[in-house]
C-alpha cells in the first residue's frame, strides 16, 4: 500500500495536479489525494503545500519525492531480476521523456502498444531534459523524448511532432474574447516563463526580441503544468504549445489565441543512441508514437461514452490549429 502511495505522490508532483495524477492512474481525485495525506500522516511530516497556486513541495516533500523515485526505480530492478531468475525475461522499451510531453498523452501511446504487444513491458520516466540526454548516452534508456534537439555526434534524431505556439490567457483576460491577436499586443503584460536553461524558453526570449516585444516576467517554472496554474490564477499571461493545454481549453479553464504573422512551433525529437541496428520492440514502438491517438481503441471508447452521455461538445480546437501538428521521420 505504501509502494502504491508512494507512486500517486510522485505522480502527482511530475504532473503538478491532484486532479491529473488521478486521471492518469484511473482512480478518483479524491484517492490521489487521500494517498498523499496518509503519506503525510504516517511520515507527520507535510509533503506538499496546499496554500500556495501552484501548490509547492515543502523541503521534506522534495527529500522525499527524491527518495520515492529512487526506490521505484529500484523496486522495478529487482523485479526485472525475479523475473530473470525464473526464466520468464520480457522485451522491455525504457523511454524517458521532457515532462511536458505529458502523462495523459503518453499514456494513450503506452496503453495502445502494450495492447498490441502484451508481453513487452514499457517503463516511462519524466525527466529535466539535461537528464533525458543523460539516459540515453549512457544507454539507461531506449528513446528519449525531448524538445528542439539537439544534434550530438553519437546520437540520432527523428521528428516527432511540431506543436504551435499560441498565447495562453485567463478566461478573464482582455484578450481572451479574440481568436487572434498581433504580437505587440503581449508588450508590458505579466508574463510567466520558463526557466532561463530550457532551450525552449530560449527560443521564446529570441522571438519575443525580433518582434521587439518587452513583457514583464512574473514567474518561471521548469514545468509546463505549474505555468498553466499559474495563469489559471490570474497571475499573467504566457505562451506555451497548443497540445498541452487542450485540457483546459477543453474544461474552459484557459483560452488560447493565435499570434498573428508569426509562426512559432516547438519541435518534439525522439532521441536514440545511434548503433548498428535498432531492437525490434523499440522500433515498433516509434511506430506506435507516429500513429495517430484518435485511432486507438482507446480514444474511440472515449468518443462513445461522451456521445451517449449526451455530453456539450467542447470547444474545438481548430480555430487555434494554425500550423501543423506532425509525426514523421
Request: proline share 5%.
Amino acid at each position: 500500500m505504501h509502494l502504491r502511495n508512494a507512486e500517486l505522490f510522485c505522480d502527482v508532483v511530475v504532473q503538478g495536479s491532484f486532479s491529473k495524477a488521478a486521471e492518469v492512474r484511473r482512480v478518483s481525485q479524491s484517492a490521489a489525494s487521500q494517498a498523499v495525506h496518509a503519506l503525510e500522516k504516517r511520515l507527520g511530516a507535510q509533503l506538499i503545500d496546499r496554500s500556495k497556486r501552484p501548490f509547492e513541495l515543502t523541503p521534506a516533500g522534495a527529500i522525499y519525492f527524491d527518495g520515492c523515485q529512487q526506490l521505484l526505480k529500484s523496486f522495478e530492478q529487482v523485479e526485472e531480476q525475479v523475473r530473470r531468475a525464473v526464466g520468464q525475461t520480457r522485451s522491455r522499451v525504457r523511454i524517458a521523456a521532457i515532462y511536458s510531453v505529458g502523462l495523459a498523452q503518453m499514456h494513450d501511446y503506452v496503453e495502445h502498444f502494450q495492447q498490441l504487444y502484451p508481453d513487452v513491458m514499457v517503463t516511462l520516466d519524466y525527466l529535466h531534459p539535461d537528464e533525458v540526454y543523460q539516459r540515453i548516452c549512457e544507454n539507461q534508456a531506449d528513446l528519449g523524448l525531448v524538445s528542439f534537439p539537439k544534434e550530438e555526434k553519437d546520437l540520432t534524431r527523428i521528428l516527432w511532432q511540431e506543436q504551435p505556439m499560441v498565447l495562453v490567457v485567463h478566461p478573464g483576460h482582455p484578450l481572451a474574447e479574440r481568436e487572434s491577436c498581433p504580437v505587440d499586443a503581449l508588450e508590458d503584460e505579466p508574463f510567466v516563463a520558463f526557466t532561463s536553461e530550457l532551450v525552449v524558453r530560449q527560443k521564446i526570449d529570441r522571438w519575443l526580441r525580433k518582434a521587439g516585444v518587452h513583457v514583464q516576467l512574473i514567474h518561471e517554472f521548469d514545468n509546463i503544468e505549474n505555468m498553466k496554474r499559474a495563469v489559471e490564477a490570474g497571475a499573467g499571461i504566457s505562451v506555451l504549445p497548443l497540445p498541452t493545454v487542450a485540457k483546459e481549453v477543453h474544461n474552459q479553464s484557459l483560452k488560447v489565441v493565435r499570434l498573428e504573422e508569426v509562426e512559432w512551433f516547438r519541435p518534439i525529437g525522439i532521441i536514440q543512441r545511434k548503433q548498428k541496428t535498432t531492437p525490434d520492440v523499440v522500433s515498433k514502438f516509434i511506430e506506435v508514437l507516429h500513429e495517430d491517438p484518435a485511432n486507438f481503441s482507446s480514444a474511440r471508447r472515449e468518443s462513445t461514452e461522451v456521445s451517449a452521455s449526451g455530453s456539450e461538445k467542447p470547444p474545438s480546437m481548430d480555430a487555434f490549429s494554425f500550423g501543423p501538428l506532425i509525426a514523421r521521420e
